[in-house]
C-alpha cells in the first residue's frame, strides 16, 4: 500500500446509511498493515509536541516505534504506563484539540492519527489477552482505602492504588461498572461489552473490589467508611450527573427528556434493543437542545430509534464544544443542524404531550470577557418547529449528595469540590478527582486525576 | 445476594417480601425508598421500605402487581434472589427529624390509600415505637382490599377504615371519612397522604380547604433514583423537584398534581405491550393493535 504522507490513513467505518438504523460501532479500527502504516508517518519528534498536548503526557512516540517495528505488546505497556484506558480513549478523547492539534505532522498536512492508533495497540493488546499486571514487587500495604463512583477517575484510581499494594473497594451506586461509560456514551461510539467491560474486568483482575448498588451518602457515608468500615482513605469519583433544564413554559409536557434519562434508558438499561424491558421513547421528529457531546450522542441514538433529528444550538457551528469527528459522522448521518438557534417554549397538544418546540434566532454579539462572541436573540424571529420530542442536554453538575452528607468537604460555588495539589479535599484523608471536581470535561482529565489521587492517596498513607 | 427470606399474599395482587439487603436494611428510614431489579435485564422499579430489620440485614416491600415487572416479581419465590437491591434513596420523612417532644404535641393523621398502607405503616411504626400517638384513615375500593389490618391495628391510636362500596367501616372514600371526624369535631395538625396519584390530590384539596398542613409521598416514573436522570421531575410550588432526591415526600399543597399524573402516564403504551408479551407468552402477536 502507498500513502500519501501527508494524510492520515483512512480507517474503515460503517456504511452513513447503514450504521443510522443500528447500534453496532461507527469506526471500524484499523488493520495492522494500516496501523503500520499510519506509524511510519510519525516523525519520532525529538521534542515531541504531541507529548504537552496530551493531558497525562502518554510518551507517543515511544508507543509509535514499537508500533512501528511490530511490538504491539511493547507499545501497549509504553501507554500504560500514563494511560489505564486506553481503548477507551482511543475512542473518546478530543484528539484533534489535544495531541493531534500540536502534531508537527499537522503544520504542513495532518496530524498523525495517534488515537486510531492508541486504539490499534489497546484492542489488539486485548485480544492477545495482554494485562495490566501487578508489579513483581509488590509488597501489600495492609491498609484499606474506599473509591466512590466506578467511572474513569474512580476505575484509574483504584487500579493504581492496588498496583501500589492497597487493598481497595469501589462504592458504585448504579448496577453496573463504568460511569458515563455505561450509561451515557453510547454502544456506537463505545462498545459495553467489548471495551467497557473489559476494562472493567482489568481493573478487578488487579484485585480490586467492586460493590454496585451501594449510594454512598446514603447507605453508607464518608465517615461509616473510616470509623465503621476500616479504610484509611477515600476518593470521590462521583462525576457529575446532575442534569440541567432550561426552565421554559413546556418543560414538564409528556416528550420532554433530559440528555442523561434518554441515553441512560438506551445504554444502561438496554432500551435500543427490543427485548430490554425498560421502555424508550422512538420519537418521530426530535428536537436536541445543546452542542456538546452529549447532544450528539442523544440526537445519533434518537436518529437509530427511527426519528428525523434537529439539533438546535444558540451558537454557531465553530462553538460547537463537541468533537469534530462526532458532528461530522452526525451530519453523514442526515441529522440537521439548525444553528443560532434558541428554544423558548415547547408546545403541547391537549393530551399534554409534546407537538412543537417554539425558537428565537440568535444572533452573535460582541466578544464577552472571554472572548466568545455572546449569542442575542433576534427579535420577532420566533418560530416553531413540530416535534414530538425533546431532548435537553444543556449540560450537569456535582450531585450535592456527598457533599451535604460529609462535614467538612467544601465545595466552589458550581457545586465542584476543592482540593490541593495532591487532590486532597478539605476533608483529611478524603480525595476526589474527575468530573465531581472539574465539572462535566473528559474521560483523560478524569483519569488523569484518579491517577494523580493515586499517588496523593500513596504519599498521605505512607506518611502515617 | 437480595434472597428472598419469606413471601406472602396480603390481598388480591398485593405481596409482601422481606428481602436480604444489609446495605439498605442498615440506614433505612421512614419516608425513604429503594430500587429492585428482578434480573439481570430488568427494569429498575421504585418501592417504598416498608420495614427494616437492621440485626438481621432484612427489609420489607409490599407492591401490587400493575404492569409487567411487578407481575414477574410476584413470580418470584422464597429462595429466590433479586438481581439489584439499592438504597435507602430518597430523603426520610421530615417527622423523624423533629423532636419526639414535639411529635407528642402534634395531632397527626395519616391517610392511607389502597397498597399505600405499607409505606404509612412504616412511618406509623416508628412514631408508635417512639411513643407518639398517632391516627390513621384506611381507604380502599372495597373491603377485601385492606391489607396489614392487624398491623396497622397495633401501631395506630385510632384507626378508621373507608370503602367506597361501604362494605367496611365508613362508606365512602378517604376523603368523606375525614370530613366526617371533622365534622364530629376531630382536628389534628398535620396530615401525611400515601396512595394513588389520584386519591393524594383530592385528600389535600380537602386538607387545604380544612387547613391542616399535609405531607403526601409522589412515586413518579423514576430510572436511577440518585438524581442523574430527571425523569422523576415533577412541579412544586412552580419550580422543578426531582422526587428520588428532593422527595419522595413534598408538601401536598404545593404539588401540581395534574401534572404528575399525565407524566405518570408517558409510558403507558410500551408498558401495557410488555405486559401482554408476558401475560399471553408466545401466543401474543403484537398484530391486533390492542397493546398499542
Ligand atoms: C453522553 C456523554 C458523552 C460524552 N462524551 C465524551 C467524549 O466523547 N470524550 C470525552 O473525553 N468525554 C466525554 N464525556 C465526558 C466524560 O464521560 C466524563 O468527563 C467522565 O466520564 C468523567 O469521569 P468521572 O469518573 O469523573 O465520573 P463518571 O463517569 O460520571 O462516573 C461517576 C460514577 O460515580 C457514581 N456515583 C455518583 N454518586 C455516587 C454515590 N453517592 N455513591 C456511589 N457511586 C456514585 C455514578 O453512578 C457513576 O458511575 C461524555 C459525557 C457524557 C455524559
Ligand atoms: C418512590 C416510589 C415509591 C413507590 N412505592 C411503591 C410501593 O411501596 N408499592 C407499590 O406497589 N408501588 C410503589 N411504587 C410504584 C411502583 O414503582 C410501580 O408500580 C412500578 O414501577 C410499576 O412497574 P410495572 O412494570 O409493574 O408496571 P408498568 O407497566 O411500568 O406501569 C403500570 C403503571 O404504573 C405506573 N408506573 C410505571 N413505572 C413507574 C415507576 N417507575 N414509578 C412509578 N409508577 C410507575 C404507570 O403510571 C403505569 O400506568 C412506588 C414508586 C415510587 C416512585
Ligand atoms: S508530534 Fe506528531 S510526528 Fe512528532 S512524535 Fe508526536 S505524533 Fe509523531
Ligand atoms: S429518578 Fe433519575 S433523577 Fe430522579
Redesign the interface.
Known amino acids: 500500500m502507498k500513502i500519501d504522507v501527508f494524510k492520515k490513513v483512512p480507517v474503515a467505518e460503517q456504511d452513513p446509511k447503514v450504521r443510522a438504523t443500528n447500534f453496532d460501532e461507527v469506526n471500524l479500527g484499523y488493520t495492522k498493515e494500516e496501523a503500520v502504516l499510519e506509524a511510519s508517518r510519525c516523525l519520532n519528534c525529538k521534542n515531541a509536541r504531541c507529548m504537552q498536548g496530551c493531558p497525562v503526557s502518554i510518551n507517543i512516540p515511544g508507543f509509535i516505534s514499537k508500533l512501528k517495528d511490530g511490538d504491539i505488546e511493547g507499545a501497549y505497556h509504553v501507554i500504560s504506563l500514563s494511560s489505564s484506558l486506553p481503548a477507551v480513549c482511543g475512542r473518546v478523547c478530543p484528539q484533534e484539540t489535544q495531541c493531534e492539534a500540536q502534531c508537527i505532522r499537522g503544520v504542513k498536512g495532518e496530524a498523525v492519527s495517534i488515537g486510531r492508533l492508541e486504539r490499534f495497540v489497546a484492542d489488539t493488546a486485548r485480544e492477545m489477552g495482554i494485562k495490566p499486571q501487578l508489579p513483581a514487587d509488590m509488597v501489600k500495604k495492609g491498609k484499606k482505602v474506599a473509591v466512590i463512583g466506578a467511572g474513569p477517575s474512580g476505575l484509574t484510581c483504584a487500579g493504581d492504588l492496588a498496583k501500589m499494594g492497597y487493598d481497595v473497594t469501589i462504592f458504585e451506586?448504579?448496577?453496573k461498572a463504568g460511569g458515563v461509560l455505561v450509561?451515557g456514551i453510547p454502544e456506537f461510539r463505545l462498545p459495553k461489552e467489548k471495551v467497557v467491560a473489559k476494562e472493567v474486568e482489568n481493573v478487578k483482575a488487579l484485585g480490586v473490589k467492586i460493590v454496585?448498588?451501594?449510594?454512598i451518602g446514603?447507605?453508607?457515608t464518608i465517615d461509616d467508611l473510616f470509623d465503621k468500615e476500616g479504610f484509611s482513605a477515600v476518593f470521590i469519583g462521583s462525576g457529575a450527573?446532575?442534569?440541567r433544564?432550561m426552565?421554559i413554559p413546556g418543560?414538564?409536557s409528556?416528550g420532554v427528556?433530559?440528555a442523561?434519562?434518554y441515553l441512560?434508558?438506551s445504554n444502561l438499561?438496554?432500551a435500543f434493543s427490543p427485548?430490554?424491558?425498560?421502555?424508550?421513547?422512538r420519537a418521530k421528529k426530535a428536537v436536541i437542545v445543546g452542542g456538546g457531546n452529549v447532544a450528539m450522542d442523544a440526537a445519533r441514538t434518537a436518529k437509530r430509534l427511527g426519528a428525523e433529528v434537529h439539533v438546535v444550538y444558540r451558537r454557531s457551528e465553530a462553538e460547537f464544544p463537541a468533537r469534530v469527528e462526532e458532528v461530522h459522522h452526525a451530519k453523514e448521518e442526515g441529522i440537521i443542524f439548525d444553528l443560532l438557534t434558541n428554544p423558548v417554549e415547547i408546545i403541547a397538544d391537549e393530551?399534554?404531550w409534546v407537538k412543537g418546540c417554539t425558537c428565537i434566532r440568535m444572533e452573535l454579539g460582541e466578544p464577552d470577557a472571554t472572548g466568545r462572541r455572546s449569542p442575542v436573540p433576534v427579535e420577532g424571529s420566533e418560530f416553531t418547529i413540530e416535534c414530538d420530542a425533546v431532548i435537553m442536554s444543556l449540560g450537569t453538575s456535582p450531585?450535592p449528595?456527598i457533599k451535604t452528607t460529609t462535614s467538612g468537604l467544601e465545595t466552589n460555588k458550581r457545586g465542584g469540590i476543592i482540593v490541593d495539589e495532591s487532590e486532597m479535599t478539605t476533608r483529611e484523608g478524603v480525595f476526589a478527582g474527575g468530573d465531581a471536581v472539574t465539572g462535566a470535561a473528559t474521560v483523560i482529565l478524569a483519569m488523569g486525576a484518579g491517577k494523580s489521587a493515586a499517588k496523593g492517596i500513596d504519599e498521605y498513607l505512607s506518611a502515617q | 445476594m437480595f434472597e428472598i427470606k419469606t413471601k406472602e399474599l396480603l390481598g388480591p395482587k398485593v405481596w409482601r417480601m422481606d428481602i436480604y439487603a444489609p446495605l439498605v436494611a442498615g440506614k433505612a428510614m421512614p419516608g425513604q425508598f429503594l430500587i429492585v431489579r428482578v434480573d439481570k435485564d430488568g427494569e429498575r422499579i421504585p418501592l417504598t421500605v416498608c420495614d427494616y430489620d437492621r440485626d438481621r440485614g432484612l427489609i420489607t416491600i409490599v407492591f401490587q402487581t400493575v404492569g409487567a415487572e411487578t407481575e414477574r416479581m410476584s413470580r418470584l419465590a422464597e429462595g429466590d434472589c433479586f438481581a439489584d437491591v439499592v438504597g435507602p434513596l430518597g430523603r426520610p420523612s421530615d417527622l423523624v427529624d423533629l423532636p419526639v417532644e414535639e411529635l407528642k404535641a402534634k395531632k397527626i393523621l395519616f391517610i392511607a390509600g389502597g397498597v399505600g398502607t405499607a409505606p404509612c405503616y412504616n412511618q406509623l411504626k416508628w412514631l408508635h415505637d417512639n411513643g407518639v400517638a398517632v391516627d390513621c384513615i384506611q381507604g380502599a375500593r372495597t373491603k377485601e382490599l385492606l391489607i396489614l389490618e392487624d398491623e396497622m391495628k397495633a401501631v395506630c391510636e385510632n384507626l378508621y377504615f373507608a370503602t367506597d362500596d361501604g362494605s367496611y367501616g365508613i362508606h365512602g372514600n378517604v376523603c368523606v371519612a375525614l370530613q366526617k371526624l371533622w365534622d364530629d369535631g376531630v382536628r389534628y395538625d398535620h396530615c401525611v397522604v400515601i396512595g394513588p396519584m389520584i386519591m393524594m390530590k383530592f385528600a389535600c384539596q380537602l386538607t387545604k380547604k380544612l387547613g391542616i398542613p399535609t405531607v403526601v409521598s409522589m412515586n413518579t416514573i423514576m430510572v436511577d433514583g440518585t438524581g442523574m436522570c430527571g425523569a422523576c421531575r415533577l412541579l412544586v410550588g412552580g419550580e422543578v423537584k426531582f422526587a428520588c432526591v428532593d422527595g419522595p415526600e413534598f408538601d401536598g399543597w404545593e404539588v401540581d398534581f395534574d401534572q404528575a399524573m399525565q407524566r405518570s402516564r408517558l409510558y403507558k403504551t410500551q408498558e401495557g405491550e410488555l405486559m401482554l408479551k408476558l401475560t399471553e407468552g408466545d401466543t401474543h402477536s403484537g398484530n391486533c393493535g390492542v397493546c398499542k
Do not use: C, K, W
Not at chain 1, 454496585?212 to 449510594?215: G, K, L, M, R, S
Open positions: 451506586a448504579l448496577h450509561y454496585t448498588d451501594a449510594v446514603r447507605a453508607l450527573g446532575l442534569p433544564f426552565n418543560e414538564q409528556l427528556f433530559s442523561n434519562e441512560t434508558r438499561m438496554g427485548d430490554s424491558r425498560t421502555p424508550i421513547m393530551n399534554g450531585n449528595l
